[in-house]
Nanobody
Framework: QVQLVESGGGLVQPGGSLRLSCAASGNRISIDAMGWYRQAPGKERELVAILRGGNTNYADPVKGRFTISSDNAKNTVYLQMNGLKPEDTAVYFC??????????WGSGTLVTVSS
């Protein structure tokens, strides 16, 4: 079992920045990849960024603006979001994928980009 807790969401003006955090606990040694996903109202959940073995991959809409990183000592994955746009408004979820190809999700944190 892996438990994930996201934090850092909030209201930000267009062009602003936020940093999301995802703290992992439980059977962390089994984690193979960590990712951030988002779900806007009325839309399906979509991949934002993923980190596996030091390699990163980003969805096209966030390339050059968002950065995923990890602090293994703190068992935490971050999503630095710069140049935020209204279309980035969504609930952001953290996902852990284990070596057994099982997924765990956090409960999400709301990001609202509005003036």
């Amino acid at each position: 079992q892996v438990q994930l807790v996201e934090s850092g969401g909030g209201l930000v003006q267009p062009g602003g920045s936020l940093r999301l955090s995802c703290a992992a606990s439980g059977n962390r040694i089994s984690i193979d990849a960590m990712g951030w996903y988002r779900q806007a109202p009325g839309k399906e959940r979509e991949l934002v960024a993923i980190l596996r073995g030091g390699n990163t991959n980003y969805a096209d809409p966030v390339k050059g603006r968002f950065t995923i990183s990890s602090d293994n000592a703190k068992n935490t994955v971050y999503l630095q979001m710069n140049g935020l746009k209204p279309e980035d408004t969504a609930v952001y979820f953290c996902r852990a994928i284990t070596i057994y190809d099982k997924s765990y999700w956090g409960s999400g944190t709301l990001v609202t980009v509005s003036s």
